[in-house]
Nanobody, 115 residues
């Protein structure tokens, strides 16, 4: 059974930081393309960051320079370090894993940026 389980969300003040984690099980994690998506209130789900199995990364323009995606293939873990958070970063953040015709989603973790 494949599971992606996010954690680390919460309430943070503007300018603060959070680190999201995604624990993967039931897949050969190292060969999966891993992504973070988010869905803000009243918005469509959008791609935030991508990381290949080899560690190559790409980011949405809105988070470039503030967020860092990383992975630990030995521990089957995906991370998203979020710095200089803004109210517009408020969303449910989802972990996604994809390889060929297989795609899996986590249940999401809420991030709220507010003073």
């Amino acid at each position: 059974q494949v599971q992606l389980v996010e954690s680390g969300g919460g309430l943070v003040q503007p300018g603060g930081s959070l680190r999201l984690s995604c624990a993967a099980s039931g897949i050969t994690f190292s060969i999966y393309l891993m992504k973070w998506y988010r869905q803000g209130p009243g918005k469509q789900r959008e791609l935030v960051a991508v990381i290949t199995g080899d560690g190559y990364t790409n980011y949405a323009d809105a988070v470039k320079g503030r967020f860092t995606i990383s992975r630990d293939n030995a521990r089957n873990m995906l991370y998203l370090q979020m710095n200089s958070l803004k109210p517009e970063d408020t969303a449910v953040y989802y972990c996604n894993g994809r390889r060929r015709d297989s795609e899996y989603w986590g249940q999401g973790t809420q991030v709220t940026v507010s003073s």
